[in-house]
């Protein structure tokens, strides 16, 4: 969306909408962000299925064990079924396996967990091709439940049985809150972390697992997440998308720059960027205890920050980015003394700096810029005209994260700004 030219960062003043002068979509948002939802929460199959009975092996647990509940269920909507869709394609389970930072930790994450995990009954929550149960199986475990809604059950079932784990591993096509296991789990592990950590609400599937079926103790990987925001400069992009249009070929195409600005920058885009982008140390958005967080709480959050330039250069906008960590209960923070073991509060300009300890404690699957580049790459909210700061120049606001309410796997975002004396409102939707 273009503002007014009364504001030359292309925003309107606080308490005012933003004016959409076009009111058009873009075919290639999708390149812009790509939308790899997270499968295995939802699904239009009303039905679970055990494979193993399906192919003679009924195991500790007869079939009549995995059975759905009708009742409460909310129906799957259009939305939930183009999700339920999309994990069937091979690409997306071949993007994830193939980030090595991503798969390799949680392999890690296992074995360094393997005395919690050999011998006992674990459910892998969006199980996708399989992988994260058979590493739980290679690990020992006695039993695995491996719960997806997406058709991409089918091969997962089928990598099961070329691997001989079809007496360890039970594939079930369903909704986690819909399949019945009719025994308590020791572990829960799933990969549900979306673009900007909360996008797709995977989590909350999760959440539903834990909730019915995890032990007192139990334990979950990961163990809690942390998202992260920081001011962000990059002429580069701003230069590549925007000022490319001012001499073409010697001709001046100036007239595009409004509508250039909209296509670019309207959504949130999903990118890497380094270390040398950064304008300040992040301040954290929300912190995860996957052992005691709620589903009401992933509806909406709110955060305050206040960042303090480093440097004097153009401010381009917001990066969002995530890690998580791989620990039991005793040491899961699960209350803000505990997290402030983790960062570091600067009481001048709020700034929060991510402090390990020890890291021998726990594995960490970072997505920062100064980190190993990983699929989720950072998350960038970029304003349509940069600011200029000077050094320990004041940055502040508030961002509000919150499911759509049009789809929940839809993140609704509303950044405020101030800087200078100016303050301003962006709006924009993740789909």
Known sequence: MYSS?????????????????????????KDRVRRYTRGGATSTNSRSRDFRDSHGHAGPTSASAFRVSDQHQKPATDFDMAYFHSYAHVGIHEEMIKDRVRTETYRMAIMQHQSAIAGKVVVDVGCGTGILSIFCAQAGAKRVYAVDASEIALQANEVVKANNLSDTVIVLHGRVEDVEIDEEVDV??????????LYESMLGSVITARDRWLKPGGLILPSNATLYMAPVTHSDRYSESIDFWRNVYGIDMSAMLPLAKQCAFEEPCVETITGENVLTWPHVVKHVDCYTITIHELESVTTRYKFKSMMRAPLHGFAFWFDVEFSGPAVSPSNNHTLSLLVDNNPIDGSQRKKRANPNEALVLSTAPEDPPTHWQQTMIYFYDPIEVEQDQLIEGSVTLSQSKENARFMNIHLEYASGGRAFVKESVMR
């Open 5 to 29: 030219s009364n504001h030359s960062n292309g925003y309107h003043p606080q308490h005012q909408h933003e004016d959409n002068r076009f009111g058009q979509t873009h075919s290639h948002s």
């Open 188 to 197: 829960i592990i799933s990969e549900w972390m979306g673009y900007m950590l």
